[in-house]
């Protein structure tokens, strides 16, 4: 068995570098935005990384290459210690099985003229797992585990509220028992008065199955209240890392502390 070390990240970036070709440019001096310049980062099975910074600084770029969605331009991007670029089919599926994204805005992630019972069917069904009835009693379980009624099966996804759909994709991503969920500015979309309780779930759902986590936010103390250690990022570099409560007693950087003097979540604004 070629098995990996428990101690090897599930995920695992080297001076990873994502340049786009921005518009503004000509045909032969395209302008290239470096969206990720040089990043080292990993994450492994029972840890939440958060992933923190200001509008354009990489972040979703990031999520995308975790996720498979986005070819670095240079670097090593190593799921359990293998270059993905040169995975087989079969590790390339075992890779979309254990790495899953929930996306900002539900509303446009998920399929609206499916039910709630066929998107949450759809990944059982693609990854050829299960009888029909065992992919059945899965959505069930995957229902309550999200905590919405099992009668929001039948129905699409324009019928729940935004925190209920976002749900419904939280559902989606651990339908093939995931070991990293990739949850990128996963509130944000979301009104104020369920953002508490959507992370409330997120949270609850590491810990209950042990999942890893890499989660984005623009806002520092979203990000705190998940995570146990904390990235931030500011122009596709990572310019400070630590615990949670290393980066916010004693940030060493000025645009962390800017981050940090940011107005107050509204999460905790008391
Ligand atoms: N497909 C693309 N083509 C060209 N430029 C891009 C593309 N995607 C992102 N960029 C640029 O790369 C940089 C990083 O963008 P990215 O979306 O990763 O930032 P972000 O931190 O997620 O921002 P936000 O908080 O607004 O979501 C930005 O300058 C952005 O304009
Ligand atoms: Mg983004």
Not at 142 to 157: D, F, I, N, R
Not at 227 to 239: A, L, Q, T, W
């Amino acid at each position: 068995m070629n098995q990996a070390q428990p101690s090897t990240p599930v995920l695992e970036l080297r001076d990873l570098e994502v340049h786009h070709r921005a518009r503004g440019g000509s045909l032969f001096r395209p302008t290239i935005v470096k969206a990720v310049d040089g990043v080292d980062f990993s994450v492994r099975r029972g840890e939440t990384v958060g992933i923190v910074g200001e509008s354009g600084s990489g972040k979703s770029t990031l999520a995308n290459v975790l996720v498979g969605l986005q070819e670095p331009t240079a670097g090593t991007f190593l799921f359990r210690g293998r270059a993905v670029k040169r995975l087989d089919g079969r590790a390339r599926r075992e890779f979309g099985r254990t790495v899953s994204v929930v996306f900002q805005d539900p509303a446009t992630a998920l399929n609206p003229r499916m039910t709630i019972q066929d998107i949450l069917l759809d990944p059982l069904v693609v990854h050829g797992i299960g009888t029909e009835a065992a992919r059945l009693a899965r959505v069930k379980e995957l229902l309550s585990l999200v905590g919405l009624p099992q009668s929001a099966a039948e129905v699409t996804p324009s019928n729940v509220s935004g925190g209920q759909r976002q749900r419904v994709a939280i559902a989606r991503a651990l339908a093939l028992e995931p070991e990293i969920i990739i949850a990128d500015e996963p509130t944000s979309a979301l009104d104020v008065s369920v953002r508490a309780q959507v992370l409330n779930l997120l949270n609850d759902l590491k810990r209950q199955l042990g999942l890893g986590m890499v989660f984005i936010s623009h806002d520092i103390q979203t990000v705190r209240y998940v995570s146990d250690r904390i990235c931030v990022v500011y122009k596709g570099r990572i310019v400070e890392e630590g615990s949670a409560a290393e980066v916010f007693d004693s940030a060493t950087n000025d645009y962390t502390r800017k981050l940090l003097g940011a107005a107050p979540s509204l999460l905790h604004a008391s």
